[in-house]
């Protein structure tokens, strides 16, 4: 049995992933909060990934990572820094340091969010973020490039949507993951034998798609899930609602608007 890491271990998308792949893996989960629930084959080893000298021991003899440490939305700079950008490399850095090669990066839709929801974008666009979180997870893609390139690591980023039971809004009807498609996308990440450097979206089969994920099928992703069924009730329940123009346009949604302060939108 593999024994992969999982960092960012009492976190919801972590959570998800022990329930979904309980009893085929053995799991090393990783957090700051301490986690008392074990299952079976599971450990617990506490880190703050933003201090070097604590990630050692948390990669040492794992084949593989589930890297989900960090900070999950958009906050004050210093957080993002430390969590992000210092956090991110650390555990890059002592994986490559102990010889793990296998590398999932949990990037974000908001390294994209700046894109329209009128465009349809594959995992050859460049970046467009909309947040000093989605620039964070821009910094863990070009990374991860780097050290698949210059090093050998076998890097996968999955730029997730939004991970919940069931889509929570009509901008999540677009970029909703269901917890067993998430489920197989770690799968797909862990075991595909020919990994270099890989970006696939983190969606379900949402006929309201924005991306083009074929490089997602083309490793073998075939998603069992939709938002569809769960469209009409969103929407009734969202119709007269005032929304703001800037979130609406584009795919980061508030995420865009936040903050926003152009003369003119960005194309
Ligand atoms: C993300 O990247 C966040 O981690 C998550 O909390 C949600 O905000 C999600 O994006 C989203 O766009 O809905």
Redesign the pocket.
């Known amino acids: 049995m593999k024994t992969v890491l999982i960092t960012g271990a009492a976190g919801?998308?972590a959570t998800h992933v022990r329930r979904e792949l309980a009893g085929l893996y053995h799991f090393r989960l990783s957090d700051l909060k301490p986690i008392t629930d074990l299952g079976a084959n599971e450990e617990f080893v506490r880190a703050d990934i933003s201090k070097m000298d604590e990630v050692g021991a948390i990669v040492r003899g794992v084949d593989a990572i589930v890297h989900l440490g960090g900070f999950?939305?958009e906050g004050p700079w210093d957080a993002i820094l430390q969590a992000n950008i210092v956090g991110f490399y650390n555990v890059l850095e002592a994986a490559r340091a102990a010889g793990v090669k296998r590398f999932l990066v949990?990037t974000?839709?908001?390294a994209v969010?700046f894109y329209r929801r009128d465009e349809t974008i594959d995992h050859r666009v460049y970046p467009k973020p909309d947040s000093r979180?989605?620039v964070s997870?821009v910094f863990n893609e070009a990374m991860g490039s780097l050290y698949a390139d210059k090093y050998g690591m076998e890097i996968f980023n999955i730029r997730?949507?939004?991970?919940n039971p069931r889509p929570?809004d009509k901008?999540?009807l677009a970029?909703w993951l269901s917890p067993r498609d998430l489920a197989q996308l770690v799968t797909i990440g862990i075991e595909h034998p020919d990994i270099r450097f890989e970006i696939v979206y983190g969606v379900s089969n949402n006929r309201r798609s924005w991306y083009d994920n074929s490089n997602a099928y083309r490793l073998g992703y075939r998603p069992q899930d939709d938002s569809e069924p769960y469209a009409a009730e969103i929407l009734a329940a969202e119709a007269g609602q005032q929304k703001d123009p800037i979130a609406e346009r584009y795919q980061?949604?508030t995420?865009c608007a936040d903050e926003y302060d152009a003369p003119t939108p960005p194309e």
Not at 160 to 163: F, R, S
Request: zero cysteines.
């Open positions: 919801d998308v999950s939305v949990a974000s839709n908001h969010g979180y989605g997870k997730i949507g939004n991970v929570l901008r999540r970029i980061g949604g995420f």
